[in-house]
């Protein structure tokens, strides 16, 4: 089966000004390479995966289309990259990451597996295994790793395990945690579910962070939790942006 990955990169990052003022997170430098270059080498080794669609913002879709020209003349990954502009232009009309989801699938008319990734993450640890994992589970997958700053888990998913890594429930950002199992932004769904990610939407559930519709969707459909094998840096802040210049990449 093949997939495609959908890298979510609308967002307006507050919390970095004045770096992100008028540049998008995920083309900044880190230790050499940017963000989205990071992630796309890292999906490169994933053999089923024959695009990565970029989800940018109206605001800074010159930078992502500057970006994808350089990245054509030295055709440095495997697999199209296509860049979409969801028409967003500030912090106040943004779509949100569930209905930006919806519009990738729609726009580029994906009838195979999703994997979905926020474009402001930093991984140490490669993304094959987790693909593999779903694929074994025949149904939705995510990561999970044990957290235990509350503050941390409540900026997060959070969910509930049972036997065979079954997601028994889902809170995203949760003012009471009900576990230390913390849900970083990385989900894969199959394609025969892509219709329910609409349906979410018009049943109510939440469409501001990708784990939002993860939380409704587990209620009714198995998902499975896989352990991360390493680290990731979420480049939220300055602070955060900071560290990750600093760790073993």
Request: net charge neutral.
């Amino acid at each position: 089966m093949y997939m495609k990955s959908i890298i979510l990169a609308a967002g307006y990052a507050t919390r970095l000004y004045p770096l992100t003022m008028n540049f998008p997170k995920p083309l900044l430098d880190v230790q050499g390479k940017t963000i989205l270059d990071r992630l796309l080498t890292n999906l490169s080794a994933v053999p089923d995966i024959t695009e990565h669609i970029i989800v940018s913002n109206h605001k800074f879709i010159n930078h992502f289309e500057g970006w994808k020209k350089m990245c054509n003349k030295t055709g440095c990954y495997r697999g199209t990259v296509t860049v979409l502009d969801d028409g967003s232009t500030d912090n106040d009309n943004r779509l949100g990451a569930v209905k930006d989801i919806v519009f990738a699938v729609r726009e580029r008319n994906i009838r195979d597996d999703i994997l979905v990734l926020a474009g402001d993450n930093v991984l140490d640890f490669p993304l094959l295994p987790f693909v593999e994992y779903q694929k074994k589970k025949g149904a939705a997958a995510i990561m999970r790793h044990e957290e235990y700053d509350t503050a941390r888990l409540q900026k997060t998913g959070v969910i509930e395990i049972g036997p065979d890594d079954l997601v028994l429930s889902m809170q995203e950002k949760p003012e009471h945690p009900k576990s230390r199992w913390a849900v970083p932004p990385f989900y894969i769904y199959p394609a025969g579910q892509l219709d329910e990610i609409p349906r979410g939407i018009e049943a109510g559930c939440f469409t501001d962070a990708p784990g939002d519709f993860t939380a409704w969707y587990c209620n009714t459909h198995p998902v499975y939790a896989w352990l991360m094998t390493g680290r990731r840096y979420d480049v939220g802040d300055l602070n955060s942006y900071t560290a990750v210049q600093k760790a073993k990449l």
